[in-house]
């Protein structure tokens, strides 16, 4: 990290300005249009810039890796898609777990007539056309098989607020949800993925699903969520060994001065985790700032755009 943070420094520093006014111009109209209630926009609007900002910031950092040039437009719309979705999954808004949603959702995932049931669901809509729209490509076919497949594990993940639910299940979770969103995301960089570099990816993302259920270990077990980390089959040095084993794989298909930044990248995410878990105050702290910095978007974990669904009792 010492070696490559300060390219990947430098990098960010340069692309944070430029994906918050991206945002701006791209996706807060969106936002503004279809949400007419203020509270939900509001909370919407912050949700959607910090996330956009963070996925944004890891797909420009992967076109450097690949020497790809990444859209901003798209980048952040894929960051926004990405937060909105999830929180979709996860109950809809109003606790109630919706799983008609799953279904509707499914389709528009599927690339089939999507009739959207919520105001949500419709600013869903309009952003993942908006990914459309704005390729200078047809989309994929690997990226709508990874689309599909992402959704499969979403809905597979409800179980995971099932107080017994196996580990297994949860290691599939976790595989199958980190590797098919890190998938698409670079194939939006990068549409056609060798063999190595597409396995590399999907264990890359496997990771960084890791590292997001590190960091939200205890909103997930406030909200009855189980997760490996929070059921102590996986910690953050366990985490830190997967990174640096994956390290001379990036090499070997990228190349060490391409994969000198991207590594550091990755550490500084490490870090960040290990911060935000024993300084949450920080979090708390610069949350409000954050709508306003796109560096302290960047290093805060941001609010859900939706609420979580309630947790289940027995």
């Given at each position: 990290m010492a070696v490559g943070l300060p390219g990947a420094a430098s990098g960010a520093y340069r692309s944070l300005p430029a994906l918050t006014r991206t945002y701006e111009t791209v996706v807060a109209p969106l936002v503004a249009e279809t949400l007419h209630d203020p509270a939900e926009r509001a909370r919407v609007d912050g949700s959607l810039r910090v996330m956009s900002v963070k996925f944004g910031l890891a797909m420009l950092s992967y076109g450097r890796l690949t020497g790809h040039r990444t859209q901003l437009d798209v980048a952040v719309l894929a960051g926004a898609v990405t937060r909105l979705y999830d929180d979709l999954i996860d109950g809809s808004g109003d606790g109630s777990g919706d799983t008609g949603a799953d279904e509707r959702l499914g389709e528009l995932m599927g690339h089939r007539a999507f009739v959207p049931g919520t105001a949500p669901e419709l600013l869903l809509e309009r952003l993942v056309y908006g990914i459309e729209g704005a390729l200078r490509h047809p989309p994929h076919a690997s990226l709508m098989t990874a689309l599909a497949s992402l959704h499969e594990y979403q809905v597979l993940s409800r179980r995971q607020?099932?107080?017994?639910?196996?580990?297994?299940?949860?290691?599939k979770i976790t595989r199958g949800k980190g590797g098919a969103a890190h998938l698409i995301l670079c194939g939006l960089v990068k549409p056609v993925l060798e063999p190595a570099e597409r396995e590399l990816v999907m264990d890359l993302g496997e990771m960084l699903q890791s590292l997001d259920d590190y960091m939200d270990v205890e909103f997930d077990r406030e909200n009855g969520v189980t997760t490996l980390v929070s059921c102590?089959?996986?910690?953050?040095?366990?985490?830190?060994?997967?990174?640096?084993?994956?390290?001379?794989?990036?090499?070997?298909?990228?190349?060490?001065?391409?994969?000198?930044?991207?590594?550091?990248?990755?550490?500084?995410?490490?870090?960040?985790?290990?911060?935000?878990?024993?300084?949450?105050?920080?979090g708390r702290l610069a949350r409000r700032p954050a709508r306003r910095s796109p560096v302290l978007a960047f290093l805060s974990r941001g609010e859900d755009a939706l609420p979580p669904a309630a947790p289940e009792h027995s």
């Open positions: 607020r099932e107080a017994d639910v196996p580990l297994d299940v949860l290691e102590g089959a996986l910690t953050l040095p366990g985490i830190a060994r997967r990174l640096r084993a994956a390290r001379p794989r990036l090499v070997a298909v990228h190349g060490g001065r391409a994969a000198r930044p991207y590594c550091a990248m990755l550490y500084f995410l490490l870090l960040q985790a290990w911060v935000a878990r024993r300084l949450p105050v920080l």
